[in-house]
C-alpha cells in the first residue's frame, strides 16, 4: 500500500514536469514565430516607407526641373526661346497654309520681338550676356518645319507652338512669383499675361484643326 502511493506519488511529479516543460516549449516557440512575424511586418513595413518617399522625391525632382531654375538660367532660356518665337513665327507668316495659322505667326514675331528687347535692355542694365543664337534643339525645329508644306506644316508648328508655350508660361509664372532679382521679376510678370494669351490662342486654333480634321474622317 505504502509502496504504491509513493509510486503513484512519483508518477503524478513526473507528469506535471513534463507538463509543465511541454508549456514551456510551446511558449518559446509560439514567441520566436511572434517575433518573427514582427520583424518580417516591420521589414515590409519599412520597404513601403522608402518606396514611398522614392515616388516623393521623384516627383519633387520633376517639378523642381520645371519651376525651379536660377534667375541666370532662367535670362538664357528666355532669350533663346524668344528668339525662336520669332524664327519660327517668320515661317508660319509665309509657309502656313491656314490664315488663323499666318496670323498667329505674325503675332508671334510683334509680340516676341517687343519682349527680346525688353530683356535685351534689361540684360544691358544688369551686365547680363545673353545668348546670340538658338541652340541645337531650336534649330532643329526650324530646318524640320522649313521641310514641311501645307497642312503638314500648320500641324506641326501649331503642336510645338502649345508645347513650348506650355513650357514658357510655367517658367514665367515661377519667376513671376519667386525670382531674386525685383527687376527681373517685374519682366516676369508684365510677360506673362502675353504668353498667356498666345497659349490660349493657339490650343484655339489647334481645337479647330483636330475638329476638321475629324469631320473629314468621318465624312470618309
Given at each position: 500500500?505504502t ?13 506535471v ?21 514582427n520583424?518580417?511586418l ?22 523642381s526641373?520645371?519651376t ?8 538664357e ?9 520669332v ?5 508660319a ?25 525688353q ?14 543664337e538658338v ?7 526650324a ?12 500641324k ?38 502675353v ?14 484643326m ?5 469631320a ?5
Amino acid at each position: 500500500m505504502t509502496r504504491s502511493l509513493i509510486y503513484a506519488s512519483c508518477m503524478a511529479v513526473l507528469t506535471v514536469f513534463a507538463v509543465a516543460c511541454g508549456s514551456s516549449s510551446t511558449n518559446v516557440n509560439v514567441t520566436a514565430n511572434t517575433n518573427r512575424s514582427n520583424s518580417t511586418l516591420g521589414n515590409a513595413t519599412s520597404s513601403m516607407g522608402n518606396a514611398a518617399n522614392s515616388v516623393a522625391n521623384t516627383v519633387s525632382n520633376a517639378a523642381s526641373s520645371i519651376t525651379g531654375s536660377s534667375d541666370s538660367d532662367f535670362v538664357e532660356d528666355a532669350a533663346i526661346g524668344g528668339m525662336a518665337e520669332v524664327e519660327l513665327g517668320k515661317l508660319a507668316s509665309t509657309k502656313a497654309a491656314n490664315s488663323e495659322v499666318k496670323k498667329f505667326g505674325q503675332m508671334m514675331v510683334t509680340d516676341h520681338t517687343a519682349a527680346n528687347n525688353q530683356l535685351k535692355e534689361l540684360a544691358g542694365k544688369k551686365g547680363w550676356k545673353l545668348p546670340t543664337e538658338v541652340d541645337s534643339s531650336h534649330k532643329a525645329t526650324a530646318d524640320n518645319l522649313r521641310n514641311l508644306v501645307g497642312a503638314d506644316f500648320d500641324k506641326e508648328y501649331v503642336d510645338d507652338m502649345v508645347d513650348d508655350h506650355e513650357t514658357d508660361v510655367k517658367a514665367f509664372q515661377d519667376k513671376a512669383n519667386n525670382a531674386t532679382d525685383p527687376d527681373l521679376k517685374a519682366f516676369a510678370q508684365k510677360t506673362l499675361p502675353v504668353l498667356q494669351k498666345h497659349l490660349d490662342a493657339i490650343k484655339a486654333i489647334q481645337a479647330k484643326m483636330n475638329n476638321s480634321s475629324s469631320a473629314n474622317t468621318n465624312k470618309k
